[in-house]
């Protein structure tokens, strides 16, 4: 099983709202990713966790906060957005011990902030 | 600072002809991947590309690299209409980042297949 499932599919949100964006996978993988993704443009990271632990923080707003509450579980946590958070997110996991670094990504939740 | 950098961007292809898109990265790495991206939906993994010369083919897809050059080229066979998407390439920072490593992404090349 190579699935990572993300909800949900679509999230439009007030500036005053709080949402949770879940992922989940069930491959083992002990790295988990959340990025953001515009139209037209690459996915741009926000953060990794590696075994649970918060490994990487690519200076993302504190409006966005992620949680990893087990191995195969991430969340991240929406309060006091923008409307240009306005985006794809992807949720992505990959193995972390050795060489093999292929990341899988989920199918995105996209977001719309009103 | 690792770059990485697509070209062309925006490609527009008639059916059955051939091309070529290119990835060159900026400094040194031996690991390069490939990813779809359909409008709308998610990345798909197309091709993983670990060493010096690694040769990988899928289809009408092709995805070579030379660590040496810093280039992979992903080289498309006799297009066909279902081709039509963005293709990203992307690089792993170096062995030496630890748990900071993560990949760069180039700009992605955007795809036409025209009939």
């Known amino acids: 099983d190579t699935e990572v499932t993300q909800t949900p599919k679509h999230l439009v949100m007030g500036m005053t709202n709080k949402k949770s964006l879940k992922c989940e996978q069930h491959m083992g993988h002990r790295a988990m990713y959340w990025y953001k993704q515009k139209a037209k443009k690459p996915p741009e990271l926000m953060f990794v966790y590696s075994y649970e632990k918060l490994s990487i923080n690519e200076s993302v707003p504190s409006r966005f906060s992620p949680e990893c509450p087990n191995s195969s579980l991430l969340n991240l946590h929406l309060h006091a957005l923008q409307p240009e958070d306005s985006a794809l997110y992807l949720c992505?996991?990959?193995?972390?011990?050795?060489?093999?670094?292929?990341?899988?990504f989920g199918p995105g939740t996209r977001l719309t902030v009103t | 600072e690792l770059k990485v950098e697509q070209n062309p961007l925006f490609l527009s292809m008639q059916e059955g002809k051939n091309y070529t898109i290119y990835c060159n990265y900026s400094t040194t790495s031996d690991r390069l991947y490939w990813y779809r991206q359909d409008p709308g939906k998610s990345l798909e993994s197309l091709f993983v590309l670990l060493s010096n010369g690694a040769v990988k083919q899928e289809g009408r897809l092709m995805a070579s690299l030379d660590t040496k050059a810093r280039l992979s080229t992903l080289h498309i066979t006799a297009a066909v209409h279902d081709l039509s998407a963005t293709y990203f390439c992307a690089v792993d920072m170096l062995p030496n980042a630890g748990n900071n490593r993560k990949l760069i992404w180039g700009l992605g090349t955007s795809l036409a297949v025209n009939p």
């Open positions: 992505a996991s990959s193995q972390v011990v050795g060489t093999y670094y292929e990341q899988y």
